[in-house]
């Protein structure tokens, strides 16, 4: 699903949502010009189009009455304007033994080397604890299978 907004409507959804945040009243229509380097003019319609889709309310004729309607997990990026990926597609949550392994200071090797063929590696100071295949399809297969021998790794030396 698309957005309801272009790239550049979400950096100022997410300029007035975080300037809201952090001052505790939401910024003047001059101060986001200058943020943006735009004439106030060009600031003031695009508070009026990001009015007119829904995306923020104002109070005409009352300063600093800007509120952003979002939830504020649907608040974009502020640097690309671009909604945020969402929790679920992080590295730490599809794979959480990969991304643990690497917290605590174990090793991964990706490609072959001169001595060994497999794609993947898990290494420890102790050197290679999981060795994966030589050919996967794609990085996720790779990943995945990484992810997974690590985790039949740790369970079968007690940590899980």
């Given at each position: 699903?698309?957005?309801?907004?272009?790239?550049?409507?979400?950096?100022?959804?997410?300029?007035?949502?975080?300037?809201?945040?952090?001052?505790?009243?939401?910024?003047?229509?001059?101060?986001?010009?200058?943020?943006?380097?735009?004439?106030?003019?060009?600031?003031?319609?695009?508070?009026?189009?990001?009015?007119?889709?829904?995306l923020i309310q104002r109070t005409p004729g009352?300063?600093?009455?800007?509120?952003?309607?979002?939830?504020?997990?649907?608040?974009?990026?502020?640097?690309?304007?671009?909604?945020?990926?969402?929790?679920?597609s992080t590295a730490e949550v599809a794979y959480?033994?990969?991304?643990?392994?690497?917290?605590?200071?174990?090793?991964?090797?990706?490609?072959?080397?001169?001595?060994?063929?497999?794609?993947?590696?898990?290494?420890?100071?102790?050197?290679?604890?999981?060795?994966?295949?030589?050919?996967?399809?794609?990085?996720?297969?790779?990943?995945?299978?990484?992810?997974?021998?690590i985790a039949q790794w740790a369970e079968k030396?007690?940590?899980?």
């Open positions: 699903m698309a957005a309801p907004y272009t790239p550049r409507q979400g950096q100022y959804l997410a300029f007035i949502h975080t300037y809201t945040k952090l001052r505790g009243r939401s910024p003047s229509e001059a101060e986001i010009a200058t943020h943006f380097m735009v004439s106030p003019p060009s600031a003031h319609q695009m508070v009026v189009t990001l009015e007119h889709r829904g009352q300063a600093r009455s800007l509120r952003v309607l979002l939830p504020s997990t649907a608040i974009p990026d502020l640097e690309s304007g671009r909604p945020r990926r969402q929790q679920e959480p033994h990969l991304a643990r392994w690497i917290v605590d200071g174990g090793w991964v090797e990706l490609g072959r080397t001169d001595y060994s063929r497999s794609m993947a590696r898990a290494l420890d100071e102790g050197g290679i604890v999981w060795e994966g295949k030589t050919h996967y399809p794609g990085l996720e297969e790779l990943l995945r299978d990484l992810n997974d021998g030396n007690g940590h899980a």
